[in-house]
């Protein structure tokens, strides 16, 4: 299994001269069934999404879009991602249950005038919603599993993609210090990455607490709790530069006993049941028609 990062901040886009190397764009995870194969599931829909399309050298996108939450970083890409946004194009959209509402409706409360010009029936090609419980999901080639996790302000969930005897938890918005519940801890055992929000440090707590996120030591007990493989700290603060990003990553090697990356833009991991290889990419566009 390969996992491409194409948006790795949390919370709004950081453009400029100080966010180019890791990058700055919000939350979006392309995952294929190997180095060669194009991306058919893709975690999250912000706005690193729009990369997608470069990646699949002017094909139209099948396959499906799993969101951990619908806060707009997690989403605000989903109208402007163009291989989904044509003929040809098949997409199933997975949202988190919740308030009764079905999975069109909760993607239709940020996507819908006034908010913006279209509904979701506005996209072209094959779409379909559907609002997703805890457990297994059906995905396509991937076996994916769903658990829920403290996060303020709606619904919020984890998943754990497995596929290739590779394996993947993806936890974007946490707030571990409420309490991991056991099925999240038995989903994330022994996964080869655990990508973990990472956005605050420890005497930033307050500021986490107020935004229902995680600190980067947090996400070190965990990735140690579940026996993960490796760690890679996600979701940065849009405030963080990429020297900052440089210093955290460093410290938190230096406390970890397993591997620790900096999710970057264009960094790819191979997961194979062992510490992922990391492996640069060529740089890709969002290729706009």
């Not at 984890?158 to 993806?170: D, E, L």
């Not at 965990?222 to 026996?227: I, N, P, Q, S, Y």
């Amino acid at each position: 299994m390969r996992v491409v990062f194409l948006g790795v901040r949390g919370s709004v886009c950081a453009p400029g001269p100080e966010f180019v190397r890791y990058g700055g764009n919000t939350s979006c995870l392309a995952l294929s069934t190997g180095p060669d194969a194009a991306p058919t599931l893709l975690l999250d829909a912000g706005t690193g999404i729009r990369t997608a399309t470069g990646m699949l050298g002017g094909k139209p996108f099948r396959g499906t879009i799993l969101v951990s939450h619908v806060h707009w970083d997690h989403v605000q890409g989903l109208p402007f991602f163009a291989a989904g946004d044509r003929a040809g194009a098949k997409v199933v959209f997975l949202v988190p249950a919740q308030g009764g509402k079905s999975g069109r409706d909760l993607v239709a409360q940020m996507m819908s005038p006034p908010a913006f010009p279209i509904t979701p029936e506005g996209l072209i090609g094959d779409w379909t919603f559907h609002a997703v419980q805890p457990g297994h999901v059906v995905v396509p080639d991937f076996e994916v599993r769903a658990f829920e996790v403290a996060h303020k302000g709606g619904r919020t969930f984890g998943y754990t993609v497995r596929q290739g005897g590779g394996s993947i938890g993806y936890i974007p918005d946490h707030a571990p210090e409420l309490g991991v519940s056991a099925d999240a801890l038995e989903a994330l055992a022994g996964v080869d990455a655990l990508v973990h929000d990472a956005q605050f440090l420890e005497h930033e707590r307050p500021r986490a607490v107020d935004y229902g996120h995680a600190t980067v030591d947090d996400a070190l007990r965990l990735a140690d709790r579940v026996g993960a493989a490796s760690l890679v700290l996600f979701h940065h603060s849009p405030h963080r530069v990429d020297d900052a990003l440089d210093t955290i990553g460093a410290d938190a090697a230096a406390k970890a006993t397993i591997p620790v990356l900096v999710a970057a833009e264009g960094q790819a991991l191979d997961l194979e049941g062992a510490p992922p290889m990391v492996r640069p990419l060529p740089e890709v566009t969002s290729a706009l028609p």
